[in-house]
């Protein structure tokens, strides 16, 4: 890596610092904690160590709405968007107290562990039968086209209660939301793309508000605080933040942890030999090699100083949390993969009034994922070299193009 001069900006899109991120992560935590970042034309202020990123997410001088946070009114958007797709973007992950405790406090009503347990049954199921199909077939496959993103795709689709004559509709929603939101094609996914999934959403909603099932989706139509309930518009922001972060984040968990989990073979074999084990490293994956690196940003309500750095009212702040889950202030050995690791008090589902809502069901789907399939495949390996394994170029991410293995 290419240590950066204090007057230029650390690049998070650049293909250099998403092949290094864990070398500039312990450069930043040691020489930078606070420096200033560059995503694209967005400037961003950046923190590295664990407390002072515990501090940004807790702290009530940063709020996630950007208008109140520059005092220019409450609208969250850096740019206005067509009304037929803004209620999608305009959610509680980027609305600050009163107004998130309200929504999170009834969409919480929707999530409960009664619920997530139900889930668990089917993921078991799922998780069996596309082994089933997999070991059948055998040869090399994309696990995360094959095994890691069909798992929270068909979760995502029952905890909405898709009617089986929607699922492709559905699912061509899910691509757009996962995978139309970065780089140039983002404009092509604002202004075309979401206007139909908008649309096919606002009928799913309808029709649940209508004839209501045993599903999430109706939960969060039903949950009530008060005598306040979730509007129509509410309810679609929800479940657009459920595909993103749902789906998106448990498909590169699942993928991260098998490629960490085969690159660490004493550590995989302490799992096989003991099972009870598998949650501590669920944990441990989400915070040695997990998917998310970075929060949605947040503004300074006031000039803040860090390390000597100052942040200017309303300018975007990203904790990094990935650089943060390797302080060795708080973790001992921070790079050594430890399935057994305790205490964890990692970052990798935020922190504060916006922890993760789906952390438990991110972590269920993961351990039944992971444990099925290293269960029953003993020979599982990766099908490549691992220099030829491609990570994306995702700000905020570390998530793999894809991930050929073989199972004997």
């Given at each position: 890596?290419?240590?950066?001069?204090?007057?230029?900006?650390?690049?998070?899109?650049?293909?250099?610092?998403?092949?290094?991120?864990?070398?500039?992560?312990?450069?930043m935590l040691e020489n930078a904690p606070a420096s200033r970042g560059k995503i694209s034309?967005?400037?961003?202020?950046?923190?590295?160590?664990?407390?002072?990123?515990?501090?940004?997410?807790?702290?009530?001088?940063?709020?996630?709405?950007?208008?109140?946070?520059?005092?220019?009114?409450?609208?969250?958007?850096?740019?206005?968007?067509p009304k037929s797709i803004a209620a999608l973007a305009r959610s509680m992950i980027i609305e600050d107290d009163p107004e998130h405790r309200r929504l999170r406090n009834l969409v919480?009503?929707?999530?409960?562990?009664?619920?997530?347990?139900r889930l668990?049954?089917?993921?078991?199921?799922?998780?069996?039968?596309?082994?089933?199909?997999?070991?059948?077939?055998?040869?090399?496959?994309?696990?995360?086209?094959?095994?890691?993103?069909?798992?929270?795709?068909?979760?995502?689709a029952e905890i909405v209660g898709v009617p089986k004559g929607d699922t492709e509709r559905f699912g061509k929603s899910m691509r757009v939301l996962a995978s139309g939101l970065s780089?140039?094609?983002?404009?092509?996914?604002?202004?075309?793309?979401?206007?139909?999934?908008?649309?096919?959403?606002?009928?799913?909603?309808?029709?649940?508000?209508?004839?209501?099932?045993?599903?999430?989706l109706s939960e969060l139509l039903r949950a009530e605080e008060e005598g306040d309930r979730l509007s129509h518009d509410e309810v679609l922001s929800m479940v657009f933040l459920l595909v993103i972060a749902g789906f998106e984040t448990t498909q590169h968990l699942i993928g991260n942890g098998v490629r960490t989990l085969l690159e660490h073979p004493a550590q995989l074999a302490r799992l096989?030999?003991?099972?009870?084990?598998?949650?501590?490293?669920?944990?441990?994956?989400?915070?040695?090699?997990?998917?998310?690196?970075g929060t949605k940003p947040l503004y300074p309500t006031e000039d803040v100083v860090f390390h000597g750095v100052t942040f200017r009212r309303g300018t975007a702040t990203m904790p990094l949390i990935a650089a943060a889950n390797h302080d060795p202030?708080?973790?001992?050995?921070?790079d050594r993969f430890d399935v057994a690791r305790t205490p964890n008090r990692h970052l990798?589902?935020?922190?504060?009034?916006?922890?993760?809502?789906?952390?438990?069901?991110?972590?269920?789907?993961?351990?039944?994922?992971?444990?099925?399939?290293v269960e029953r495949n003993p020979s599982l390996r990766l099908a490549v070299d691992p220099s030829e394994l491609v990570i994306q170029n995702a700000p905020g991410w570390h998530r793999h193009q894809s991930l050929p293995v073989t199972l004997r």
């Open positions: 890596m290419r240590e950066p001069t204090a007057d230029t900006p650390i690049d998070l899109a650049s293909r250099e610092f998403a092949e290094n991120k864990y070398d500039w992560y312990r450069w034309i967005l400037r961003v202020n950046l923190v590295a160590r664990y407390e002072d990123c515990r501090t940004v997410l807790t702290d009530p001088r940063f709020l996630r709405n950007r208008g109140r946070a520059r005092g220019k009114g409450s609208d969250p958007l850096p740019f206005p968007l919480g009503k929707a999530f409960t562990p009664r619920a997530v347990g668990a049954h089917r993921v078991e199921e799922l998780s069996h039968e596309l082994l089933d199909d997999l070991e059948k077939r055998g040869g090399s496959f994309d696990l995360l086209a094959s095994y890691a993103r069909p798992i929270p795709s068909r979760v995502i780089g140039w094609s983002i404009l092509r996914t604002l202004f075309w793309d979401l206007r139909a999934t908008a649309k096919f959403m606002r009928e799913l909603v309808a029709r649940k508000a209508a004839e209501p099932g045993d599903d999430i096989r030999a003991g099972p009870e084990l598998w949650d501590s490293a669920v944990e441990e994956i989400v915070r040695h090699r997990g998917p998310v690196h202030r708080v973790f001992d050995e921070p990798g589902f935020g922190f504060g009034a916006h922890f993760c809502l789906g952390a438990q069901l991110a972590r269920m789907e993961t351990r039944i994922a992971l444990r099925n399939l």
